[in-house]
């Protein structure tokens, strides 16, 4: 009986230190430029792969820009921009990209012509980035998600190396970051409001 009381203890700690995490973690946009070993983020994404997945294996791949490689980087994202904005913005983007933020992660997946296989890795790599995100956070990492256009942008994947037929599920900016910066919450609606609930 008290190891059956013990157990349920454990899991009930467990259960709230998990469910802290998922409250308390917010997208970082600003990193102090402290260097993140590459062990370390490699550590992290073994875990985040225990995401579910329905293929038959994995639908995730990576490219990692770190140190040196972040210049790569930052010009395949300056190719994509209008010849004056590049003039306006191209040396804060380049000591943003080369200086400030150590890590530059992208998620990609195979392109997919049947809609339902689309869907399952779409949705199992999402997963995947949400865990590292969150294991990221348990140890002083922050991450934000970006989905922005050079993404989509030709010049953009061919600079950085994605293959013909692979697509960016999302690049992700890590870092070490100032904990008295981070964002306040956006509230969140009540699950009340938004369940439909079916119960006979």
Known sequence: MLKIRREYILESESYQFIEKTIRERRTVNQFTGENVPVSLIMELLDAAVWAPFHSRKEPWRFLMFVNEGRKQFSDAVLATYPADKREQYGERVEQAYCSEVPV????????????????????????????????AWERDIGVVWKTNDYNWSPVFREAVGVK?????????????????KVRRPRPRTAVSELLTLVDS
Do not use: C
């Open 164 to 180: 013909p037929g692979q697509k960016v599920v999302g690049t992700l900016h890590m870092g070490y970051f100032d904990k008295s």
């Open 104 to 135: 530059h992660l992208l998620v990609l997946i195979d392109e997919e012509p049947r809609w339902k296989e689309w869907e399952e890795a779409l949705s199992a790599t999402s997963a995947l980035i949400q865990n590292l995100q969150l294991l």
